[in-house]
């Protein structure tokens, strides 16, 4: 069994990490370090974990782990990195933004390497070093890789997408309340959100000649988890034609489904999958992408990354059951 630390053991990514590591079958997990926790049960904090394990939060890191996941607050993971050392064999998986564009994959001879495994699984596998995806980013990624794998991004794309309260972490602001939440519906950093620059590099990766904008709404929902995200743009050619493209591009993805109905959240809430629904209407198409924004929108698709960097079935510890009813 490999040995999985954890830095940043507090916050709602870091309890769906431990929860599925604590079940992955090819894993132990040797430490979770939290410098405000330190000496506490996991469970008092993650009370879901009541009676499933006696860890305690750690004040001190094993450099010799196989794999590190970093569950630090944006801009934090640098600095974790400057001031700690691990093993060259330790395998790191990044949760923050600190290395997802690629002028800041580079750092102190370490190559981090995108991780959206639909889009460059053999990469990955060959990878020591992830940056994991942000959620709003996998979700929109996700519905946009088939048709700009086939050149056929031509024009504006427009997206509106919705996020739980979980999106915003655990620290409480006044638009995390639960009164300024329930019946309420905003958006946030309309524009100019920062997963747009990841979309946009994998966008223009894929698409050399692509200029068009990509305008992006995020908005907060009055729900815990999930994203749903709409999105459209001109296209050429029939439904039929878009559809078999989505399901041909996706046919080896164990993770991403091309549903033929319409969907909805709770098909997808406390699993791992993507589920894609295709539209055409008169120019335009029209793609709906939805997601749990902590698992396959943070540390499920952090598990994923991890089994193909250690050659473990790609949805090992991660086959969930989803919150339907």
């Not at 506490?40 to 305690?56: E, F, P, R, T, Y």
């Not at 493209?245 to 909805?264: G, M």
């Not at 540390?299 to 960097?309: R, V």
């Amino acid at each position: 069994m490999i040995q999985a630390g954890i830095i940043g053991g507090a916050g709602y990514t870091a309890g769906e990490l431990i929860r599925l590591l604590l079940n992955h079958p090819e894993v132990n997990l040797n430490f979770i370090y939290s410098t405000s926790n330190a000496g506490n049960k996991i469970s008092d904090i993650h009370q879901d974990l009541v009676g499933d394990s006696a860890l305690k939060f750690s004040s001190v890191v094993n450099p010799e782990v196989d794999v590190l996941f970093l569950c630090l607050g944006h801009g934090n993971s640098k600095a974790f990195l400057e001031a700690h050392q691990f093993s060259s064999q330790t395998k790191i998986i990044d949760l923050s933004n600190d290395f997802r564009l690629e002028k800041d994959q580079n750092f102190k001879r370490k190559r981090f390497v995108y991780g959206l495994p639909e889009l460059q699984k053999s990469v990955i596998k060959n990878a020591d070093y992830i940056a994991n995806p942000g959620c709003f980013a996998t979700a929109i990624q996700l519905a946009l890789l088939p048709i700009a794998v086939a050149q056929l991004l031509k024009d504006e794309i427009h997206i509106n997408a919705v996020t739980g309260a979980t999106g915003a972490g655990t620290a409480l602001s006044e638009t995390t309340h639960f009164t300024w939440r329930d019946n309420n519906y905003s958006s946030y950093k309309v524009f100019n959100h920062q997963h747009l620059d990841e979309i946009q590099q994998t966008v223009n990766q894929l698409n050399s000649n692509f200029f068009p904008e990509i305008s992006f709404i995020p908005n907060r929902g009055n729900f815990s988890r999930g994203i749903f995200a709409s999105l459209y743009t001109k296209y050429e050619g029939p439904a039929e034609s878009a559809t078999t493209l989505f399901k041909d591009f996706y046919k080896d993805a164990i993770f991403t489904i091309v549903s033929d109905e319409e969907i909805h959240l709770k098909q997808v809430v406390n699993t791992n999958k993507c589920l894609l629904h295709v539209q055409k209407y008169k120019d335009k198409i029209l793609i709906t992408s939805i997601i749990d924004n902590l698992l396959k929108g943070a540390s499920g698709q952090a598990i994923q990354n991890m089994n193909l960097m250690f050659g473990f079935e790609e949805s090992t510890g991660l086959k969930l059951k989803a919150n339907y009813f």
